[in-house]
């Protein structure tokens, strides 16, 4: 099925036709948009008139004179000091909307990219031996939700989950394992860990988490233990086989975890995609011999160092990337500009994504800047992003924290979300229609569908309170009323019995049908720009209206009680069940469910 054009598209191009038409010599953009006097409003012809200097009004009536109207636009008209007011035809909204819901291949005719390209997605990194926290949720959820947006366009998207898995750290476990082997006797010894069948996980995660606590501590406090610590860091990279195996324990023991944390996320996250800092090791002294032998990093005090006049620390002082250490070990930097060469030339990607707290912008702006400077990257063919968020706050409006002052471990926090939910829906379900199976299915739904939301309704770059209460509200802008509307208008279409949702273009539109039915039609157009400017908020912003438009719609126009004739009832019907489509494809492409009851 051949992409369908909207009407905001096909207007567009109407006025713009006229506008040439009017002023050849000067192309000038109509500057669309719906409007609460008609359908749109064109407000380009001021900007023109003003270039022309012509009179705006004068100008605008010739163009109207000019506009190919009868087919889909009904009527257009003059308003003001030279805005155009543009009314369409019922044929022509009901036509489009029924051309959308045709497609074979359910994308309510959302076109591919004519040109797709090949986009890396770095998110969701957590760290091998630590248990992931509230600060792990927004790197996720914004991350799938963007892949997603770019996958239905079209693009061909590479994710990878650049895990902490390598460095200091684990010298510094390997070696107090070693140290005190009996550690986590109390509850199970790491190293059996994968045939303890009972374990979970979490516990898993949990009693790794307390050793690593436990050997920082050491760390920080013994230098004769750090020294020793450090020798297992060379014993590591060197690939001593018995550190290597008790490494390799700690990074299965921790995908389990991983896995488990994304699954109540509702995410799939497969072991392919998890390429973390180690995997980049073999390529640690090359990029550095890359870098010096171009001039583009040079010796400093030991240290190779790469220097920037431009870039500048919080203090406003020049600051250096330091990509090998004067010890000769390696930081973030160099397993960083790895990564944009593996993803480069061997992934072929034209885009890298980065979706990384925004408290880490130095650090990547001067990585890109690296990477340009050797050639890795440009402005053109290879482009890098980061897609900087910003922090979960608590409702106090400070970064969210336990009572103790401990940071929120993800699982406690999506486990109280789901308790939540769980309880609204068991109120909402006031005659016992769902079983406890359904219930406990519905609230996991619910749930991770409002801490998602939330999330995904503010723009990235903004902080948010996380607030569980307003989160799995059935007023506001929130997941559950988004599903709720999802769910009655289910419920509607099952009860109409025999008539069934069938468009009539014939039909002359109640205002509330033709509000419903234009934004509608704007879907493919702000899937489109949510995708390109890689702002699922977007998205969730356009669903949010839908949802309420359609509820204005069920006020206004009755589908089924009291029954209208069964061409209008048959017409409702089908703007419901378009409605519908809308809905579930955008919260799916969202990340999240839109269960048929609730």
Same mark, same amino acid.
């Given at each position: 099925?051949?992409?369908?054009?909207?009407?905001?598209?096909?207007?567009?191009?109407?006025?713009?036709?006229?506008?040439?038409?009017?002023?050849?010599?000067?192309?000038?953009?109509?500057?669309?948009?719906?409007?609460?006097?008609?359908?749109?409003?064109?407000?380009?012809?001021?900007?023109?008139?003003?270039?022309?200097?012509?009179?705006?009004?004068?100008?605008?009536?010739?163009?109207?004179?000019?506009?190919?109207?009868?087919?889909?636009?009904?009527?257009?008209?003059?308003?003001?000091?030279?805005?155009?007011?543009?009314?369409?035809?019922?044929?022509?909204?009901?036509?489009?909307?029924?051309?959308?819901?045709?497609?074979?291949?359910?994308?309510?005719?959302?076109?591919?990219?004519?040109?797709?390209?090949?986009?890396?997605?770095?998110?969701?990194?957590?760290?091998?031996?630590?248990?992931?926290?509230?600060?792990?949720?927004?790197?996720?959820?914004?991350?799938?939700?963007?892949?997603?947006?770019?996958?239905?366009?079209?693009?061909?998207?590479?994710?990878?989950?650049?895990?902490?898995?390598?460095?200091?750290?684990?010298?510094?476990?390997?070696?107090?394992?070693?140290?005190?082997?009996?550690?986590?006797?109390?509850?199970?010894?790491?190293?059996?860990?994968?045939?303890?069948?009972?374990?979970?996980?979490?516990?898993?995660?949990?009693?790794?988490?307390?050793?690593?606590?436990?050997?920082?501590?050491?760390?920080?406090?013994?230098?004769?233990?750090?020294?020793?610590?450090?020798?297992?860091?060379?014993?590591?990279?060197?690939?001593?086989?018995?550190?290597?195996?008790?490494?390799?324990?700690?990074?299965?023991?921790?995908?389990?975890?991983?896995?488990?944390?994304?699954?109540?996320?509702?995410?799939?996250?497969?072991?392919?995609?998890?390429?973390?800092?180690?995997?980049?090791?073999?390529?640690?002294?090359?990029?550095?011999?890359?870098?010096?032998?171009?001039?583009?990093?040079?010796?400093?005090?030991?240290?190779?160092?790469?220097?920037?006049?431009?870039?500048?620390?919080?203090?406003?002082?020049?600051?250096?990337?330091?990509?090998?250490?004067?010890?000769?070990?390696?930081?973030?930097?160099?397993?960083?500009?790895?990564?944009?060469?593996?993803?480069?030339?061997?992934?072929?990607?034209?885009?890298?994504?980065?979706?990384?707290?925004?408290?880490?912008?130095?650090?990547?702006?001067?990585?890109?800047?690296?990477?340009?400077?050797?050639?890795? %990257?440009? *402005?053109?063919?290879?482009? $890098?992003?980061?897609? #900087?968020?910003?922090? !979960?706050?608590? +409702? /106090?409006?400070?970064?969210?924290?336990?009572?103790?002052?401990?940071?929120?471990? %993800?699982? *406690?926090?999506?486990?109280? $979300?789901?308790?939540? #939910?769980?309880?609204? !829906?068991?109120? +909402? /379900?006031?005659?016992?229609?769902?079983?406890?199976?359904?219930?406990?299915?519905?609230?996991?739904?619910?749930?991770?569908? $409002?801490?998602?939301? #939330?999330?995904?309704?503010?723009?990235?770059?903004?902080?948010?309170?996380?607030?569980?209460?307003?989160?799995?509200?059935?007023?506001?802008?929130?997941?559950?009323?988004?599903?709720?509307?999802? #769910?009655?208008?289910?419920?509607?279409?099952?009860?109409?019995?025999?008539?069934?949702?069938?468009?009539?273009?014939?039909?002359?539109?109640?205002?509330?049908?033709?509000?419903?039915?234009?934004?509608?039609?704007?879907?493919?157009?702000?899937?489109?720009?949510?995708?390109?400017?890689?702002?699922?908020?977007?998205?969730?912003?356009?669903?949010?209206?839908?949802?309420?438009?359609?509820?204005?719609?069920?006020?206004?126009?009755?589908?089924?009680?009291?029954?209208?004739?069964?061409?209008?009832?048959?017409?409702?019907?089908?703007?419901?069940?378009?409605?519908?489509?809308?809905?579930?494809?955008?919260?799916?492409?969202?990340?999240?469910?839109?269960?048929?009851?609730?």
């Amino acid at each position: 099925m051949a992409p369908v054009k909207s009407l905001t598209a096909t207007v567009h191009q109407r006025l713009a036709d006229a506008l040439t038409a009017t002023l050849p010599e000067a192309p000038a953009d109509p500057l669309l948009r719906r409007s609460d006097r008609a359908d749109f409003q064109a407000n380009g012809i001021l900007a023109l008139a003003k270039k022309a200097k012509a009179n705006p009004r004068d100008l605008a009536t010739q163009v109207v004179a000019n506009v190919v109207s009868g087919d889909v636009i009904k009527d257009i008209e003059v308003s003001g000091p030279g805005f155009l007011n543009i009314t369409l035809t019922d044929k022509a909204i009901v036509e489009n909307l029924a051309a959308r819901a045709a497609d074979p291949d359910a994308r309510l005719g959302v076109p591919l990219a004519a040109h797709p390209g090949t986009t890396v997605i770095d998110y969701a990194q957590p760290n091998v031996a630590k248990e992931m926290h509230v600060g792990h949720l927004r790197s996720a959820v914004i991350g799938d939700a963007v892949a997603q947006l770019l996958e239905f366009t079209g693009e061909n998207v590479i994710r990878r989950h650049h895990i902490g898995d390598w460095g200091t750290q684990f010298g510094m476990l390997i070696q107090y394992l070693d140290e005190h082997p009996h550690e986590l006797d109390h509850k199970r010894n790491t190293a059996d860990a994968a045939t303890d069948t009972e374990a979970t996980g979490e516990e898993a995660m949990s009693n790794l988490d307390r050793l690593y606590k436990a050997a920082r501590k050491l760390f920080d406090s013994d230098e004769e233990f750090k020294t020793r610590a450090r020798l297992r860091v060379v014993d590591l990279q060197a690939g001593d086989p018995a550190t290597l195996a008790t490494w390799q324990r700690f990074v299965d023991e921790s995908k389990i975890y991983f896995f488990s944390v994304f699954e109540k996320l509702d995410m799939v996250i497969q072991d392919a995609d998890i390429v973390g800092e180690s995997g980049y090791n073999d390529m640690l002294d090359e990029t550095c011999r890359l870098l010096e032998e171009s001039g583009v990093a040079v010796r400093s005090e030991g240290a190779l160092c790469v220097f920037f006049d431009d870039i500048k620390g919080p203090e406003g002082n020049p600051v250096p990337l330091i990509v090998r250490k004067t010890d000769g070990g390696y930081g973030y930097a160099a397993t960083d500009l790895s990564a944009i060469r593996d993803r480069v030339f061997n992934l072929k990607a034209n885009n890298l994504i980065y979706v990384v707290d925004a408290r880490q912008s130095l650090h990547f702006k001067m990585v890109f800047e690296t990477a340009r400077r050797a050639g890795w %990257l440009n *402005d053109e063919d290879v482009k $890098a992003y980061q897609l #900087a968020f910003g922090t !979960v706050l608590g +409702k /106090d409006g400070k970064p969210f924290k336990t009572r103790e002052g401990e940071t929120v471990k %993800l699982v *406690d926090l999506l486990d109280e $979300a789901v308790d939540r #939910a769980t309880t609204v !829906v068991r109120e +909402k /379900d006031t005659q016992s229609q769902l079983s406890d199976d359904e219930v406990a299915e519905r609230g996991a739904q619910v749930g991770i569908g $409002a801490v998602k939301y #939330a999330d995904l309704s503010t723009s990235a770059n903004r902080d948010y309170k996380f607030d569980l209460d307003q989160m799995v509200s059935l007023n506001g802008d929130t997941s559950v009323y988004l599903q709720y509307a999802y #769910a009655r208008i289910q419920s509607i279409l099952r009860k109409a019995g025999e008539v069934r949702p069938k468009p009539h273009p014939e039909l002359e539109l109640a205002d509330a049908e033709r509000a419903l039915a234009l934004h509608v039609d704007g879907f493919a157009e702000t899937v489109a720009d949510s995708a390109t400017e890689y702002a699922p908020h977007k998205l969730a912003a356009y669903l949010y209206q839908l949802a309420s438009l359609y509820t204005t719609f069920y006020d206004k126009c009755p589908v089924i009680k009291p029954a209208p004739p069964q061409n209008i009832a048959e017409n409702r019907l089908f703007l419901c069940d378009v409605t519908a489509k809308t809905l579930h494809q955008g919260m799916a492409l969202l990340g999240i469910r839109t269960p048929e009851r609730l």
